[in-house]
């Protein structure tokens, strides 16, 4: 990889006004809808819009609400399911959890008819598995070891919004529905409401489109934080992370979404989408409103645009070997 920086050349302010070029472009977008389904996300205003790239040198580029804080949703299930990997290795995490893809939306009350494990960790159903299987001495000590593995991937502290972990508790009666049932076929083994507790929590961290990126990046850096150089998470299970984000991070949208775009991804329904280039950069994109799959609307089209004008689908066979960072110092974008 390129080791120049480019924050300070005219090659990066050429990237910084493509960006702006791009965000402008997308803001007239009114398509879709805010979620509603919690109380506290129905509040979103849907005007609210941020791009931000980092790379794997440590740069971060951004526009728009770029700073704005918003909960990490479902975004959060790809991390938690790092450190659910750190705790008990790929071979046990798989007795849980599997890793198909489902075609179904992310909240089904659904599971594998043989082995009654839920599908994937990016579903609902496994995200909730997942995170029961996070190790720690009462409900405390496993919400600190889930804000202390955030820490490291983003690069400073971060913490739960009260409101909206409320609301999630309260109106969430599909994931209890969810947790029940696989507690009756042994999937979770831990204390229900604490386990839903704390997964009610991951949802509602704060973050800004900024932190998703440079959570992205630490991704496409094998695991380590680009910005801070701390390492966030074991080298060896960045592929079982990537591999999952690419089959099911874009739910019932996951085969589309690798048709067009071609890289491992994940969206939640706050209206963030974070994209991996791995070995390259990470890509964040904001906006709340969502279409009928629950992804958002702008994300999907910026997403979709980068990749092809960067040649970044992961099967392009015009990639050739050229990294982002020699096609961005070789190019003027527009």
Partial sequence: MPSDRLSNSVTGQNFQSYLESLHRKYQALRDGNVANYIP???????????????TVDGQVFSVGDADHLFTIQSISKVFVQGLALEDHGRDYFLTRVGVEPTGDAFNAIVLDEQSKRPYNPMV?????????????????ERLNRLLEMFRGYIGHDIFVDASTFMSERTTGDRNRAMAYLMRNFGMIDTNL????DLYFQQCSVMVSCRDL?????????????????DRAVAAGYIRDMLSVMYTCGMYNFAGEWSYRVGLPAKSGVSGGIIVV???????????????????????????EELSERFELHLFDSSMGCRTFLEKLAQSNPP
């Fill in 277 to 303: 280039v791995p070995n390259q950069i990470g890509i964040a994109v904001f906006s709340p409103l969502l279409d009928h799959r629950a992804n958002s609307v702008r994300g999907v089209k910026v997403c």
């Fill in 193 to 196: 409401e604490e386990a839903l």
């Fill in 213 to 229: 990126a440079v959570m992205a990046a630490t991704l496409a850096n094998r695991g380590v934080n680009p910005v801070t150089g």
């Fill in 40 to 54: 506290e996300l129905a509040k979103a205003n849907p005007d609210w819009f941020g791009i931000a790239i980092a």
């Fill in 124 to 140: 609902n159903a496994g995200a909730i598995a997942t995170t029961s299987l996070i190790k720690g001495n009462g409900p405390t």
